[in-house]
């Protein structure tokens, strides 16, 4: 019994509970412990893996399931309707409008009402007349609205605000597709959550165990923590105590040493700085005017889907934006400016580029510094940035980009890829590396740099181009200028000898203590 006593003594409270409550035969789940012994989901799990490791415990199915979450944004779909459910409406009541006068009517954004009207007008419901106004056909609303409609409802009403794919139709789940995404909340009704019911059974050995814990007088109600407030009312001489295994040695004393990473970043400053570049810097909260606007990015377009961002609650927008560059940039959308080109055409939104946000690209540095930069020069950020993504091996929501600008008369492609190549031989310590035609509403040409992990294959180190006259002009720059974003964790990558992103952040300490970077 001497192994018994020990293990019991050692068992923590919540895996007494388990052990003390069910019996073989019964199948255990994480809401069921939630339910009955009032755990939360973390201390059902971490009891789970207890006593699992002591092989009291044996996993016997695991289930997925698929869960449809209403967001925010989906609960003011719910309450004011959609943008396609309010533009139909609206125009019944008021007859042909511009779009532009549609989103100011409705408080819309002008790249909402755009991708509304262009999915209405192929249900052939609206069409655009000869004076370029969007206009109700009087045709019947398509099924999908009705059925939209009645899922945000559904859920809006749910106590957890959420749909079980298991429960809806396939017409049902049809119509979900167009409603919610697996990489974030961005202006989607619902968010794609995907989870796992995992059922474990006691083993034959837990009865010995659980025999042993009642004989001991043990509940698993023990006190394990003196509180002060415990010792200024007497509470703790009413109860038992958990006993504690004096005789486990005490944590290493390790001394400190400088994060892996926090290393391979200084060394690429350090590299930079030598090669006569000026750090830049900025702040986190950014306009959409210096994240998207002043780099020739249309606020209507597609392209502003590949920045996902996170917008900031409060304050929504900031009070104003400096001038003369707010002018020049409205102008260079509208009509190009004195850019040369002939802009985007469009009514530029002055309410939408004061929105406040969190910085999602490293260009957002360059743009800033445009206008108060020398020529010639050189300059480099390290910016963090934060993006909508889904985590994998090379894809983080929270990253870090190197960013850096060349402005000079002088200067061309060949310089460019120069500098691409410092990057993925000299700093990544790539050995293969190739460039790819990329597009950037920014930079024409526009170049993706790739290089190869030994384990991950080819992947793209990040971005490259030359600035396009409608961003360098509105900031009073006339030669040419070179512009860079490369994922520096990904150069980290493969500076640190790795195979995940997520490693760069790990929680195991002693990992981190191993890893040596090559510089």
């Known amino acids: 019994m001497t192994d018994i006593k020990t293990l019991i003594k050692n068992l923590h409270p919540l895996e007494t509970k388990v052990l003390l409550r069910y019996r073989q035969t019964d199948e255990l789940t994480s809401a069921r412990l939630q339910k009955e012994l009032g755990y939360k989901e973390g201390h059902a799990n971490q009891a789970f893996s207890w006593l699992t490791g002591k092989q009291l415990l044996a996993e016997t199915s695991r289930t997925p399931h698929t869960f449809y979450e209403l967001t925010d ?67 019947a609303l398509p099924e999908r609205l009705a059925i939209s409609r009645q899922l945000i409802e559904k859920a809006a009403a749910a106590e957890n605000g959420q749909l079980d794919a298991a429960n809806l139709s396939a017409q049902e789940m049809a119509v979900m597709g167009g409603l919610t995404k697996k990489r974030g909340v961005s202006e989607t009704p619902f968010r794609t959550i995907e989870r796992e019911t995992v059922a474990y059974k006691l083993t034959g050995e837990f009865l010995k165990i659980a025999d042993a814990l009642r004989q001991a007088g043990i509940t698993g109600n023990e006190i394990g923590e003196i509180t002060p407030g415990m010792l200024a009312s007497g509470d703790w001489k009413k109860g038992s105590f958990r006993a504690y295994n004096i005789s486990i040695p005490p944590a290493r004393i390790i001394p400190g040493r400088t994060n892996p990473y926090v290393q391979f970043l200084e060394s690429v400053k350090d590299k930079l700085c030598s090669l006569g570049f000026q750090e830049f810097d900025g702040p986190l909260v950014e306009t959409e005017f210096w994240n998207g606007d002043a780099l020739f990015m249309p606020q209507f377009h597609a392209a502003r889907d590949i920045h996902d961002v996170y917008r900031i609650k409060t304050p929504t927008h900031a009070k104003s934006i400096e001038e003369p560059y707010l002018s020049n940039v409205r102008a260079v959308h509208e009509n190009g400016g004195n850019s040369g080109s002939r802009g985007w055409n469009y009514h530029f939104d002055t309410e939408f580029t004061r929105r406040l946000i969190m910085r999602s690209q490293g260009t957002v540095l360059s743009a800033h510094q445009l206008h108060s930069a020398q020529v010639p020069g050189k300059y480099f950020g390290i910016a963090r940035c934060f993006r909508y993504d889904k985590v994998d091996a090379t894809h983080l929501s929270d990253f870090y980009q190197t960013e850096g600008i060349v402005l000079g008369k002088d200067v061309n492609l060949r310089t460019l890829l120069g500098f691409l190549r410092m990057f993925a031989v000299e700093i990544a310590g790539a050995t293969e590396v190739k460039y790819v035609p990329g597009y950037f509403p920014f930079t024409e040409p526009s170049i993706e740099v790739h290089i190869k992990h030994p384990k991950l294959g080819w992947f793209e180190l990040g971005g490259s181009g030359i600035f396009r006259p409608e961003v360098t002009k509105a900031m009073g720059i006339d030669v040419p200028v070179l512009a860079w974003g490369i994922g520096i964790d990904r150069m980290a990558l493969m500076a640190l000898g790795l195979n995940d992103l997520r490693e760069l952040f790990c929680e195991d300490i002693e990992k981190v203590r191993l890893r040596k970077a090559k510089f």
């Open 73 to 139: 944004f989906g609960r003011l779909v719910a309450k004011n309707g959609s943008a396609e459910e309010r533009i139909i409406a609206y125009l019944k009541e008021s007859g042909p409008k511009l779009l532009p006068e549609i989103a100011k009517a409705l408080a819309l954004e002008n790249k909402d009402v755009g991708s509304a009207f262009g999915l209405l007008s192929k249900e052939g419901v609206l069409k655009m007349t000869a004076e370029k106004k969007a206009e109700y056909t009087g045709a």
